[in-house]
């Protein structure tokens, strides 16, 4: 049984992990933490403090006692909104507190686009065009290159969870560039893991998702590979070793 743990700020795509945890089918479990949001809010300042050492650390505990090998703070905007060494030092903190290998969202999606060779990439953020920005500053200082960037202006990420598979597509379909290697769409309070398959199908391209990176992002960290081609491109890049 390979465990991970993952922080996730709230309440709003969470029952993604379940889905996924389904989907592996392998003896994985994905551990859910809620910590405590703050003020919900696509702004600056407020997700400074939803990603602050105290909130996350605070979650730590729990996960430790349920045996997790891994923990991904699974918000992309509460790391990313640190800038590229900011967020290096939230992960190195979070490593500390909780004594096991630590990522964010954020590093999830570097790491997985490396994973499956795209250089370049379009965003479709349900974020307000200043935080999608910032999404975008943070994925130049990885080396990867943006092609475009697509924001919807959704304040709260209680509204992003209430969206559903058309709005999912629409904001895909308007954020794909024809030179991008991927789409990226980074929101943890988006659902969209049951539509990963149509999405990929639409645009003809890999599609990385916030909560599908997460998960991913944890099994990296505990050296498992899985095959799950439901997940999409991500879950079936070769060579697999299905333990």
Not at 124 to 137: E, K, M, N, S
């Amino acid at each position: 049984m390979t465990a991970l743990g993952l922080l996730y700020p709230g309440h709003s795509g969470e029952d993604d992990y379940p889905r996924i945890e389904q989907l592996l089918g392998s003896d994985i479990r994905v551990d859910v933490v809620h910590t405590d949001i703050g003020e919900d809010a696509h702004r600056e300042d407020a997700l400074l403090e939803m990603g602050s050492p105290e909130r996350l650390a605070a979650g730590v505990e729990e996960l430790r006692m349920a045996g997790a090998e891994s923990v991904v703070w699974a918000c992309t905007s509460g790391s990313f909104v640190h800038g590229w060494e900011g967020a290096h030092g939230q992960v190195r903190a979070l490593a500390r507190a909780a004594g096991m290998p630590a990522s964010s969202t954020s590093f999830a999606f570097v790491h997985a686009a490396q994973e499956i060779k795209a250089g370049r990439v379009a965003i479709g953020a349900t974020y307000p065009d200043d935080v999608a920005g910032l999404f975008a500053d943070f994925l130049r200082a990885a080396g990867l290159e943006v092609s475009g960037v697509k924001g919807a202006g959704i304040i709260t990420a209680a509204e992003v969870g209430t969206w559903g598979e058309a709005e999912v597509l629409a904001l895909a379909r308007q954020a794909d560039t024809p030179d991008a290697d991927a789409l990226l769409l980074p929101d943890t309070a988006l659902h969209t893991v049951a539509h990963i398959p149509a999405l990929e199908k639409e645009l003809g391209k890999p599609v990385l998702t916030a909560n599908q990176v997460t998960v991913w992002e944890g099994l990296r960290l505990t050296d498992r590979r899985v095959n799950a081609p439901r997940l999409g491109t991500l879950f079936t890049k070769e060579p697999i070793v299905q333990v």
